[in-house]
């Protein structure tokens, strides 16, 4: 692989004597063209040439030539920042310190991202002052390692501010993406008791997918059934497999062990001991949403392209393990559909409509004729059409309990 320049090929040189010699090179002469090639090709190299690549970079740095850091500093990269923060801390003193946090004032916002986590290494009280300034810049890494930082001092201002704006949210567009700092500020603060404040709120935003795909990397699937939240690891693990693929990376397979918890929710539905907090009627139907859409995902080209082959692996893996259930998940389905819950219903409806279920034509006229939902009848309406099972229902009994216009004049035209 060539790095661009000569220094950056002989940084991942095999041979120990070229590679110690290419960073010496990198740090006496601040060789920032090597340094940002580097961060440019990144996501090319392993993580264990990275690490190495660190580990001698920061063994170049002396006394010396630690001046020659801050010129790297107006290039971020989290895959180097190590780099910079560590060789800082390595010789770190008061001067220094003092020199850091006024790059933390005036410096880019890179600069003032690196002196965000030199800072969560050193806790000197002047810096707090720049860490709650910058604890919810629009640049990301900037906010993250700000919030990194506050965590490590034990500072609680913006975590109770930002706790107290999300429960007394009421959620709207506009509201809900001004919201958003808060919820990316608790998650990278990393005080997993904010879960109950943020879960309260996921319930009740538009941006579900962001929320729960936020919230899993405040605290996994794995440790929400530890800790007895089963009952909101399903709420949220629904939101994940609607937003996949288009809101959310289908890369976070990974991070969110979505293979592990849909072994968990098998095992539920394979032991004989009932769980109190979720009925087997609803973990069919996820695991039967999830079929759906990794099935789709798998075999669809245009959703996986450009994915890394690992992840690929990972998806077909997920397919393939639903695929060998022997579990009669369509069994008791129809209970999905007497709850009080819309957004289940409608669910459930998509499930029976994309399997092309039509033995559920009579649960889904029997629905649609008690359902308060407006949409949950129009949505009805359209499946029974799609079934050829409209003689199930009469048109004006059904046209008379919507009362929104455009959504009568829709489902009106269903029966044309």
Not at 115 to 137: G, T, W
Not at 228 to 251: C, M, N, Q, R, T
């Amino acid at each position: 692989m060539d790095l661009g320049t000569k220094n950056a090929n002989n940084l991942i040189s095999k041979n120990f004597e070229t590679a110690k010699s290419a960073t010496k090179a990198v740090v006496d002469t601040a060789d920032v063209e090597t340094f940002e090639k580097l961060c440019e090709k990144s996501e090319f190299l392993f993580d264990f040439i990275k690490e190495k690549i660190i580990k001698n970079l920061c063994c170049a740095v002396t006394k010396e030539n630690l001046s020659n850091i801050l010129k790297f500093t107006k290039i971020y990269s989290s895959d180097f920042e190590d780099f910079i923060v560590n060789s800082w801390v390595k010789f770190a003193n008061e001067d220094l310190t003092d020199e850091i946090l006024t790059l933390f004032e005036q410096g880019t916002e890179e600069q003032k991202t690196y002196a965000a986590a030199y800072f969560y290494h050193i806790n000197d009280p002047l810096a707090v002052e720049f860490l709650e300034k910058y604890a919810f810049s629009n640049f990301d890494p900037l906010a993250q390692n700000c919030a990194f930082a506050l965590k490590r001092f034990g500072d609680k201002n913006l975590y109770n501010e930002a706790i107290s704006v999300l429960q007394n949210a009421v959620s709207n567009s506009e509201e809900d993406f001004e919201n958003y700092k808060y919820v990316n500020f608790l998650v990278s603060y990393g005080d997993k008791s904010a879960f109950d404040v943020l879960f309260e709120y996921f319930k009740k935003t538009c941006t579900k997918g962001f929320l729960a795909s936020s919230m899993l990397y405040l605290i996994s699937f794995g440790e929400l059934v530890e800790t007895g939240k089963i009952k909101e690891a399903f709420e949220i693990f629904d939101v994940i497999l609607s937003a996949y693929p288009e809101e959310i990376s289908l890369e976070t397979v990974f991070d969110y062990e979505i293979l592990e918890f849909i072994k968990y929710i098998c095992k539920i539905l394979n032991s004989d001991i009932k769980n109190g907090n979720i009925n087997p009627a609803y973990a069919k139907r996820i695991i039967l949403k999830a079929k759906y859409k990794f099935n789709l995902i798998s075999r669809e080209d245009i959703y996986t392209f450009d994915l890394p082959k690992d992840v690929k692996k990972e998806i077909v893996a997920i397919s393939e393990y639903i695929n060998a259930l022997d579990i009669p998940l369509f069994d008791g389905l129809e209970e999905e559909l007497c709850t009080k819950d819309r957004e289940r219903i409608l669910e459930t409806f998509d499930i029976i409509l994309n399997f092309g279920k039509t033995e559920f034509s009579d649960k889904i006229v029997e629905t649609v004729l008690t359902t308060e939902f407006e949409d949950v009848i129009s949505e009805g309406v359209k499946i029974l059409k799609t079934f050829g099972k409209l003689e199930l229902i009469e048109k004006e009994e059904i046209l008379n309990k919507i009362k929104n216009q455009n959504l009568k004049a829709l489902t009106e035209s269903y029966f044309a």
